[in-house]
Nanobody
Framework: QAQLVESGGGLVQAGASLRLSCAASGGAFGSYDMGWFRQAPGKEREFVAAISWSGSRTSYTDSVKGRFTISRDNPKNTVYLQMNSLKPEDTAVYYC????????????????????WGKGTLVTVSS
């Protein structure tokens, strides 16, 4: 059974950068699209970014375009989220998730379509 473990969260000031990592185990990592979602205090979880199983396609929510970059290293079974120019509104628990079907890239990534989730890592951005 696949497992995902996020790391790299922390407390930073506005304008700083962080890189989140998600280490996968127990599954064919290189065959699945991967995504990052986040949940801010008092809000619903939302999509942040995703990357296709080959790494050739990426997608982002509008609020992070130009600031966040998702990437993956398939031999290392790891997906990353580089977050630059962080804002207080980026404060949230960030979750890594795996798309449910292998070798398939959907048009959008909805929570019910993500079959495996990590426990999350907290990012706090102070003003």
């Amino acid at each position: 059974q696949a497992q995902l473990v996020e790391s790299g969260g922390g407390l930073v000031q506005a304008g700083a950068s962080l890189r989140l990592s998600c280490a996968a185990s127990g599954g064919a990592f290189g065959s699945y699209d991967m995504g990052w979602f986040r949940q801010a205090p008092g809000k619903e979880r939302e999509f942040v970014a995703a990357i296709s199983w080959s790494g050739s396609r990426t997608s982002y929510t509008d609020s992070v375009k130009g600031r966040f970059t998702i990437s993956r290293d398939n031999p290392k079974n790891t997906v990353y989220l580089q977050m630059n120019s962080l804002k207080p509104e980026d404060t949230a628990v960030y979750y890594c998730a795996r798309y449910k079907y292998p070798n398939f890239t959907p048009r959008s990534y909805l929570e019910p379509d993500m079959s495996t989730w990590g426990k999350g890592t907290l990012v706090t951005v102070s003003s």
